[in-house]
């Protein structure tokens, strides 16, 4: 026998990952307590607010959500600084979506509910693309000196044939 769901709001309230709803012209509809906690805010502080006044100027995630607004895709993106206006900030995957039809396509992409999803990077996660970068820089070093190496001995040959 199937026990009644429960409601769409208690699942979102439930989630670890940070959930917000934002209107078409960025103003924040919603949002979930791991939202409230990233932010350092309560939703009735941020309710109504600019989700762009919360983060730090030239921010990845303003970009992303100014992209879903104007062409109504989804984007994603890995593993970034999350900056925030106050100074703090998270490594995070954030998701951004558009949400249902614009209400009035006028052309100009300003129509629609954007949902933005954040999750923050374990530390595992952030271990595991330390290790990679610092795999790679590795990698360039031993490419550079197998470089001077190989540049090394014609020009010794050189050196050694003009004496």
Do not use: W
Request: glycine share 10%; proline share 4%.
């Amino acid at each position: 026998m199937l026990t009644a769901a429960p409601d769409a709001t208690a699942i979102l309230d439930a989630l670890p990952s940070s959930v917000l709803v934002l209107d078409a012209g960025g103003s924040i509809l919603s949002l979930n307590p791991a939202a409230e906690q990233l932010f350092s805010a309560s939703a009735g502080q941020l309710a109504g607010r600019a989700f762009g006044d919360l983060l730090a100027p030239h921010s990845t995630l303003a970009a992303l959500v100014r992209q879903v607004a104007l062409e109504r895709v989804s984007v994603s993106e890995y593993g970034f600084a999350l900056a925030l206006a106050k100074g703090r900030g998270a490594e995070v995957d954030a998701h951004v979506l558009p949400m249902g039809e614009p209400q009035a396509d006028t052309g100009d992409g300003d129509g629609g509910a954007i949902l933005v999803l954040l999750h923050r990077c374990s530390i595992a996660q952030r271990l595991d693309r330390h290790l990679a970068h610092r795999g790679s820089a590795r990698s360039i070093a031993a490419l550079a000196q197998t470089l001077a190496h190989e540049v090394k001995n014609p020009l010794s040959g050189i050196r050694g044939a003009a004496q």
